[in-house]
């Protein structure tokens, strides 16, 4: 059993899809403001990890928009919050270049264990609209494909994400030791 701290239930669901035997605690942790996923996530480890005895993941995500310069990247859950998919198609209004990735770290730690970190990512194109209501955050705007991660269901969408990417790098790590 391995605690997933995290307060959205969408990465839970799809994270259990994949583990299986997941606790998910939200009791929340400090996002610092970064450069880096990594750097996020590597705060948010060493607090929590002291806080829960036992196995802990947490994953920090980010959408990178290329026309707009990574954004909004490592503040992806203040965009969704702040402006939402319709204040990004607003910014991509009249862009060619929809090109963007979302990317995915996971970070895994046990008392008394060095965390370990995992990435994954997708890349796909902002959509002129949303489409679908399957997912979470800008899944609606994100496609790959001739699909938005809005319309697929989480066995299709856990095939290419960013985040069944790292997490399926966890598992696979777990498994061999």
């Known amino acids: 059993m391995i605690y997933f701290v995290t307060s959205n239930k969408g990465k839970f669901v799809e994270a259990e899809a994949i583990f299986g035997d997941l606790v998910q605690k939200n009791i929340g942790y400090t996002e ?3 450069d880096t996923l990594e ?12 806080r829960l ?9 980010g ?22 998919n319709q204040g990004i198609l607003k910014l991509m209004e009249g ?3 929809r090109k963007a990735h979302f990317r995915s ?3 895994y730690a046990e008392p008394g264990m060095e965390p370990v970190m995992f990435a994954g990512e997708v890349h796909g194109r ?28 989480i066995v299709e969408k856990n095939k290419i994400s960013h985040r069944a990417a790292s997490m399926k790098a966890l598992k696979n790590w777990l498994d061999k030791r």
Request: proline share 4%; glycine share 16%.
């Open 126 to 153: 902002i959509g002129h609209e949303a489409r679908g209501t399957k997912g979470f955050g800008y899944d609606p705007i994100f496609c790959v494909g001739k699909m938005s991660l809005g319309e697929m269901e």
């Open 32 to 34: 610092i403001q970064a």
């Open 105 to 107: 770290v996971v970070s």
């Open 95 to 97: 862009v060619q270049d």
């Open 39 to 50: 750097e996020v996530a590597s705060f948010g480890m060493n607090e929590v990890v002291s």
């Open 63 to 84: 959408l990178f928009i290329d026309a707009l310069k990574g954004f909004p990247g490592v503040y992806s859950a203040y965009g969704q919050k702040t402006i939402g």
């Open 53 to 61: 005895q036992g196995p802990v993941m947490l994953e920090d995500a």
